[in-house]
């Protein structure tokens, strides 16, 4: 139950929003929930929602399956950089490839325990730990055989990002509507990337974006022409 007079906001986001690399009181949510507090005077409750890996697919059924019923009055995504690099297609989707974990137990209790998915990442990336960990725990094993029509459809780089755009839109669309029934508004952010790591497919999934929050009416914050991280459309 949210407690009276409490605004409570969730981050939705990969490994970005996560942010490991920091203390929890200075992810880039814990902070924009005192500035939202210094600036509104109100009891600001911040939610960090991000996982690391995670596209607008994942983060639409966490939305709807277990944030929505937490009163939430703002969502805030930040999910670009993962999407736009989503090995999607009509063939094959982010369920069926190479399982972030492999084991079937440990795939279990990461996706039930924060607590496990923070020392996870620590063991896994941080600590002296590292390559012991990564032989004991594999990250990736091989899923589903990839069909040939798979590997023929992202060939084609036209029909791969028509695909990417469409299956993106269909996404965050489906976020806001999501939001807005559990009575929540929407702020669509643009993300921030290397500009040594951008894609073409960064330019067309930020457009969506934007196109879905002028649509849609969601706030539209964008992060990446702020930081000059904008790339080039071809």
């Given at each position: 139950i949210k407690?009276?007079?409490?605004?409570?906001?969730?981050?939705?986001?990969?490994?970005?929003?996560?942010?490991?690399?920091?203390?929890?009181?200075?992810?880039?949510?814990a902070r924009t929930g005192r500035r939202l507090a210094e600036r509104s005077g109100r009891r600001i409750e911040a939610v960090n929602a991000g996982r690391y890996g995670y596209t607008t697919s994942e983060i639409l059924g966490l939305l709807?399956?277990?944030?929505s019923r937490h009163q939430p009055d703002l969502v805030i995504l930040y999910s670009t950089y993962n999407d736009a690099r989503a090995q999607v297609s009509p063939y094959y989707g982010r369920?069926?490839?190479?399982?972030?974990?492999?084991?079937?137990?440990?795939?279990?209790?990461?996706?039930?325990?924060?607590?496990?998915?923070?020392?996870?990442?620590?063991?896994?990336?941080?600590w002296p730990t590292r390559s012991l960990y990564a032989r004991i725990v594999p990250q990736d094993v091989k899923g589903l055989p990839v069909p040939e029509e798979?590997?023929?459809?992202?060939?084609d780089s036209a029909l791969r990002q028509s695909y990417l755009?469409?299956?993106?839109?269909?996404?965050?669309?489906?976020?806001?509507?999501?939001?807005?029934?559990a009575?929540?508004?929407?702020?669509?952010?643009?993300?921030?990337?290397?500009?040594?790591?951008?894609?073409?497919?960064?330019?067309?999934?930020?457009?969506?974006?934007?196109?879905?929050?002028e649509?849609?009416?969601?706030?539209?914050?964008?992060?990446?022409?702020?930081?000059?991280?904008?790339?080039?459309?071809?």
């Amino acid at each position: 139950i949210k407690p009276a007079g409490t605004y409570r906001v969730f981050a939705f986001g990969g490994s970005s929003t996560f942010d490991p690399f920091v203390s929890d009181d200075q992810t880039w949510v814990a902070r924009t929930g005192r500035r939202l507090a210094e600036r509104s005077g109100r009891r600001i409750e911040a939610v960090n929602a991000g996982r690391y890996g995670y596209t607008t697919s994942e983060i639409l059924g966490l939305l709807q399956a277990r944030v929505s019923r937490h009163q939430p009055d703002l969502v805030i995504l930040y999910s670009t950089y993962n999407d736009a690099r989503a090995q999607v297609s009509p063939y094959y989707g982010r369920d069926q490839g190479p399982q972030l974990y492999g084991h079937p137990l440990t795939g279990l209790l990461l996706r039930h325990s924060a607590l496990l998915t923070f020392l996870d990442f620590r063991l896994r990336y941080q600590w002296p730990t590292r390559s012991l960990y990564a032989r004991i725990v594999p990250q990736d094993v091989k899923g589903l055989p990839v069909p040939e029509e798979h590997v023929r459809f992202m060939a084609d780089s036209a029909l791969r990002q028509s695909y990417l755009v469409a299956w993106y839109r269909r996404n965050v669309l489906s976020f806001v509507a999501s939001a807005r029934i559990a009575g929540a508004r929407v702020a669509l952010v643009s993300q921030i990337v290397n500009p040594g790591d951008l894609k073409p497919e960064d330019a067309l999934i930020n457009a969506v974006l934007q196109s879905v929050a002028e649509e849609s009416g969601a706030a539209f914050i964008d992060l990446a022409a702020m930081a000059g991280s904008r790339p080039k459309e071809d």
